[in-house]
């Protein structure tokens, strides 16, 4: 089992940077495939960025595509998601996620979800 906590939230004007930070506790940390997703209000929750476990495949929703880098260092226990020009459209309620390597990249794969950070956007 894994928990998770976000961190590395906060306020920042369109065009600006942000480094979300996920750290993970539990057994078995680097076998589990790593998800970014995230809420606006008033909308569902939304795939945003998505890292195998071996660190070698990474996938993006077409909204964040080159902007968004998703990371892992494994031997920290921790995931990271840099975000660069930033948009307004970019403010959510971002959360980490952790799925077992089996599963496949969708959402009900993915079993554990920190408590999320609050993104927020000023144009």
């Known amino acids: 089992q894994v928990q998770l906590v976000e961190s590395g939230g906060g306020l920042v004007q369109a065009g600006g940077s942000l480094r979300l930070s996920c750290a993970a506790s539990?057994?078995?940390?680097?076998?589990?495939?790593m998800g970014w997703f995230r809420q606006a209000p008033g909308k569902e929750r939304e795939f945003v960025a998505a890292?195998?476990?071996?660190?070698?495949?990474?996938y993006y929703a077409d909204s964040v595509k080159g902007r968004f880098t998703i990371s892992r260092v494994n031997a920290k226990n921790t995931v990271y998601l840099q975000m660069n020009s930033l948009k307004p459209e970019d403010a959510a309620v971002y959360y980490c996620?952790?799925?077992?390597?089996?599963?496949?990249?969708?959402?009900?794969?993915?079993?554990?979800w920190g408590q999320g950070t609050q993104v927020t956007v000023s144009s």
């Open positions: 539990g057994r078995t940390f680097s076998r589990y495939d």
């Open positions: 996620a952790a799925k077992s390597g089996t599963t496949a990249f969708e959402l009900k794969s993915y079993d554990y």
């Open positions: 890292i195998h476990w071996s660190g070698g495949s990474t």
